[in-house]
């Protein structure tokens, strides 16, 4: 079991830029989410997925999309990058919505 | 507003000092608490769930209590590969909220 995979492991754009980020679960979870991680700002919720063909905004969505493409996979889309947007970026899946979450490994984006 | 805290920010032991990290929150109404560890450079990894007070929950060196206000992660006889930064987390009792996570407690200790 690969638990939560992520590609790419690393990205570098350019202001305006756009890029899809990939996640993609082997757990057979229901529910799938997106982070950023920022110094001093801890983990924060850009957009979930409580199960397949849902997906609900977090606390920090705005700049960003999401497609639930099956149960297995949730992207996170950056139509036009912004140097706002240089984080580090989580994908997390869990069996319920109310259950403990699991980790991928981050994507490093930095945007300039 | 709901909120989540954590103390110290950064913490230093010695080898087999043990010690304590709190993660105090203020929110509408607790469903679980959730304490995760984080290397540098890698995802978080999850430790434990604790559902109500007076829970406990223990796994090697660490364990983890609730109480109505905060929850406390003791580690006993910490050892090097202790040394990571340890994150809480709530999740409210209220239908469509996710996780709200604390800044974390960045521990280090040495030999």
């Known amino acids: 079991n690969a638990g939560v995979t992520q590609t790419p492991k690393f990205q570098v754009l350019k202001t305006g830029q756009s890029m899809t980020l990939q996640c993609a679960q082997d757990?057979?979870?229901?529910?799938m989410y997106w982070y950023r991680q920022d110094p001093g700002m801890g983990l924060r919720l850009i957009y979930y997925s409580a199960s397949e063909g849902t997906t609900d905004k977090g606390e920090v969505p705005n700049g960003y999309n999401v497609s639930r493409l099956n149960k297995r996979e949730f992207s996170l889309r950056l139509e036009s990058a912004a140097p706002s947007q240089t984080s580090v970026y989580f994908c997390a899946s869990s069996g319920g919505f109310y259950n403990e979450q699991f980790f991928g490994p981050g994507t490093r984006l930095t945007v300039l | 507003e709901d909120q989540v805290t954590q103390s110290p920010e950064a913490l230093r032991l010695q080898e087999g000092e043990s010690s304590s990290l709190n993660c105090s929150y203020t929110v509408s109404g607790l469903r679980g608490l959730f304490w995760y560890r984080q290397d540098p450079g890698k995802g978080p990894e999850f430790l434990f769930t604790?559902?109500?007070a007076g829970e406990e929950k223990e796994k090697e060196r660490l364990k983890a209590t609730l109480t109505k206000k905060e929850s406390f992660l003791h580690i006993t006889a910490p050892k090097p590969e202790d040394s990571a930064t340890y994150l809480c987390?709530?999740?409210?009792?209220?239908?469509?909220?996710?996780?709200?996570f604390g800044k974390g407690t960045t521990l280090s200790v040495s030999s």
């Open positions: 604790l559902y109500s």
């Open positions: 757990m057979n979870h229901n529910s």
């Open positions: 987390a709530v999740l409210l009792n209220q239908a469509g909220t996710a996780l709200i």
